[in-house]
């Protein structure tokens, strides 16, 4: 099993509709969980934290968390062709030192469509 | 803006030779560092984190030897990619923390080709 899962997709959505991204993982110790967007031949860049159970609002995005299931998701409201990319979902796994290294899913390609 | 510089974005080398990557956190301190990397339509795989006066700890399956991790500030990391092999080239990102339970920044990455 791997620690970090996602559907590798392409998810596609029209403009307009809302984006559902999910993500599971193994590893009941981590407490921090994160979204990040990446563009093609770019490097990835954070969208959502979210630390505790429930859901994050910022924007059109909303990270859900439910750790008694291991089960974090991204909604991404009104999708823009902009939004289109790789969403890597990833999890702490606590280190030495008070540090914490992510682990990281394979990703899911969002694909909006005008 | 960015907060975590990487360079160089792109660097082209023959097999056999060795490539430095430098990776600088801009805002903060950072005694760790994490060095990722991602080939074509696949994840980001930790390969190693920098740890500042001390040994970067390797993650199964990737050579120290081969990839040199030098943490000698709280500012800079770099990557060595030594006697660079076809196979090496891939796409390599930094990244670093300003604290134990904050997010990571992400440098823009480093596109390395061996011919």
């Known amino acids: 099993q791997k620690e970090v899962e996602q559907n590798s997709g392409p998810l596609s959505v029209p403009e307009g509709a809302i984006a559902s991204l999910n993500c599971t993982y193994s590893d009941r110790v981590s407490q921090s969980f994160f979204w990040y967007r990446q563009y093609s031949g770019k490097s990835p860049e954070l969208i959502m934290s979210?630390?505790?159970?429930g859901d994050k609002e910022d924007g059109r995005f909303t990270a859900q968390l439910n750790k008694a299931s291991q089960y974090v998701s991204l909604l991404i409201r009104d999708s823009q062709p902009s939004d289109s990319a790789t969403y890597l979902c990833?999890?702490?796994?606590?280190?030495?030192?008070?540090?914490?290294?992510?682990?990281f899913g394979a990703g899911t390609r969002l694909a909006v469509h005008p | 803006g960015a907060v975590v510089s990487q360079h160089p974005s792109r660097v082209i080398c023959k097999s056999g030779t060795s490539v430095k990557i430098e990776c600088r956190s801009l805002?903060?301190?950072?005694?760790?560092m994490f060095w990722y990397r991602q080939f074509p339509k696949k994840s980001l795989m930790l390969m190693a984190t920098s740890n500042e006066g001390s040994k970067a700890t390797y993650e199964q399956g990737v050579e120290k030897d081969k990839f040199l991790i030098n943490h000698a500030s709280l500012t800079l990391s770099t990557l060595t990619v030594t006697s660079a092999h076809p196979e090496d080239s891939s796409f390599y990102i930094c990244?670093?923390?300003?604290?134990?339970?904050?997010?990571?920044?992400f440098g823009n990455g480093t596109r390395l080709t061996v011919t």
């Open positions: 990833a999890v702490n796994r606590p280190i030495s030192g008070g540090y914490n290294k992510l682990i």
């Open positions: 805002d903060f301190q950072a005694t760790t």
């Open positions: 990244s670093a923390s300003s604290g134990s339970s904050s997010p990571l920044h």
């Open positions: 979210i630390y505790s159970n």
